[in-house]
């Protein structure tokens, strides 16, 4: 007898109608039809069936503090990470906690189901690390997270900066981070890059740095990741997050960068919403647009994700974890409009990012965790139109979160033929 039998499903690859089989937390057949007894069978009725989201890049340490003490007036980078530096002293382990379990909430309504976060590993006291490790073990049944020793003040150019993240990585945090275009030279940045990644060698951790976040054509720090990641023999291993100064770069100079970043395997996370808006601030007009060249590292075979970053916090205002509206930024952003475009988009919230993570029976085939998630759109590509609404968020094999269908109720008495317009979320067959 089989715990769940979900049948009628679309998947993300277009193949229709199949079902899905689950025992035990796992996946145990994936079919087009499948006719075994079920404690619970659900008629997908011809919609989207997509593994979970994935984030690959947030911050969850600084997550829901927008306005505290005072909200970010340049819109810049630099300003935020000043304020965060004035709201750090005021973070009690409590409050921290408890914001971070508010937004494990909400990312599991939207079947939000794992996420990398840094954890600003710059402060002595490492509370944040000890929130966020708190919060890990709490949020486990239903949500991996998995955290990243970011020196948000710079590795080499805050006093103690690296000694505090080898205590955080000592306490367990999983993937060593670093910020070498906010160290004080491009020296020293590269310097940092060496050190950071001789440390994950040593440890046999990942790597996800904040890399050339940056307007400035001439921080080239990802070349430097690319070189240490082949020298320390870290391939796939090692990720390049934001590379916004990738945006303004000399084309010639990008057309060696990419076989490089390609032969290092590494990974990229753009961050569509924050980078529209956090970069290009020092321009007129015309504006850069601040995001990395997602489809010409895609093209070169580099796997990119898309992240959410920022929610509510001292460099983003807005936000509620929905990795839809993440993916339809960056297709916006980086013109990704044709079909198979789009759907790499929906891979940069999912699979992509899953790979990042390095997340372990991800995915809808035999033996993959149950996770997954029924969606109202037929297909990924509408399920980004729609920011479609996630009817049903399972994590092994268990309902987690349950939305109800959006509707539109509409009253329009001067209609001549009496008939009502569908709503946008229910289109009409094509
Ligand atoms: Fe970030």
Redesign the pocket.
Known sequence: MLDLLLHNATLPDGRSPMAIAVQGGRIVDVASVIDAPARETIDAQGLLVSPPFVDA???MDSTLSYGMPRVNQSGTLLEGIALWGELKPTLTQEAVIERALAYCDWAVARGLLAIRS?VDTSDARLLAVEALLEVKQRVAPYLDLQLVA?PQDGVLRSPGALANLERALDMGVDVVGGIPHFERTMAEGAASVKLLCEIAARRGKLVDM?CD?SDDPLSRHVETLAFETQRLGLHGRVTG??LTSMHSMDNYYVSKLLPLMAEAQLHVVS?PL?NITLQGRHDSYPKRRGMTRVPELLAHGVNVAF?Q??VMDP?YALGSGDMLEVAAMGLHVAQMTSRAAMQQCFDAVTTSAARILQLEDYGLTTGCHADFVLLQARDPVEAIRLRATRLKVFRRGRLVAESPEATASLYLDGRPDGTAFLSPATPPSR
Request: glycine letters at 6%; hydrophobic letters at 25%.
């Open positions: 890049h947030f911050h840094h970011f904040h976040e997050s934001h961050n924050i992240g970053d920022c460099w």
